[in-house]
């Protein structure tokens, strides 16, 4: 197993006006999913999930309502891999069907170790 642990973090341009796809589409996306999936699975600790819309921000001062929902880009998810480098968890992000949509870009940030 590799060495490093990396945090990834699905952001989402989309207002969530998108149309459903079709149950067809869905098939073949999950079909793309198991595959990628099935390729990286000695890099994948945790697949994550979707997040969802209610939340707060806490700071020594205050706890507001949160997520922002006036921000551009929404975080709607994560998941966390492992790689020997930031050039491999980049490699194994690149090839996930979930960069292929339009307007998704995942933020991968290395885990630092005491």
């Known amino acids: 197993m590799a060495e490093k642990k990396f945090?990834?973090?699905?952001?989402?341009e989309g207002g969530g006006c998108e149309?459903?796809?079709?149950?067809?589409e869905m098939e073949a996306m999950y079909a793309k999913y198991k595959t990628w999936q099935e390729t990286f699975a000695n890099?994948?600790?945790?697949?994550?999930?979707?997040?969802?819309?209610?939340g707060a921000v806490v700071s020594n001062t205050e706890v507001k309502d949160g997520p922002y929902v006036e921000l551009k880009e929404?975080?709607?998810?994560?998941?966390?891999?492992?790689a020997d480098t930031l050039e491999e968890a980049i490699k194994?992000?690149?090839e996930s069907p979930m960069v292929m949509n339009p307007g998704v870009s995942i933020e991968i940030?290395?885990?630092a170790t005491p």
Request: charged share 15%; with cysteine; proline share 8%.
């Open 7 to 12: 945090f990834c973090l699905l952001r989402n």
């Open 43 to 54: 890099n994948i600790v945790d697949m994550g999930a979707k997040l969802g819309g209610e």
């Open 92 to 94: 194994v992000v690149q």
């Open 109 to 111: 940030r290395e885990v």
């Open 19 to 24: 149309p459903s796809p079709s149950p067809t």
């Open 74 to 82: 929404m975080v709607g998810g994560y998941m966390t891999i492992t």
